[in-house]
Nanobody, 112 residues
């Protein structure tokens, strides 16, 4: 059983930056992939980025602005630069073993 805790969300003006972090506990050695999803009000949850064995993948909407990184087996970050109002959403950390675990989510609001 993997438990995920996110931090780093908040409110920022357009063009600003935020750094999300996610710390995993329990079953860490079984994690193959860690990533971030987001869900905006009235929209479906969508993949933002993931990292697996050093390979990274980004949604087209965030390429060149967001960077995913993994410090160690426990921690993954999402550096978000040049934020836009359309980035406003609840961001969820995920960890994949034989199943996918989800964090509780952290709110990111981009507004002037």
């Amino acid at each position: 059983q993997v438990h995920l805790v996110e931090s780093g969300g908040g409110s920022v003006q357009p063009g600003g930056s935020l750094r999300l972090s996610c710390v995993a506990s329990g079953g860490i050695s079984e994690i193959n992939v860690m990533g971030w999803y987001r869900q905006a009000p009235g929209k479906q949850r969508e993949l933002v980025a993931y990292i697996a064995r050093g390979f990274t993948h980004y949604a087209d909407s965030v390429k060149g602005r967001f960077t995913i990184s993994r410090d160690n087996a426990e921690t993954v970050h999402l550096q978000m630069n040049s934020l836009k109002p359309e980035d406003t959403a609840v961001y969820y950390c995920t960890a994949q073993t034989w199943t996918t675990y989800w964090g509780q989510g952290t709110q990111v609001t981009v507004s002037s």
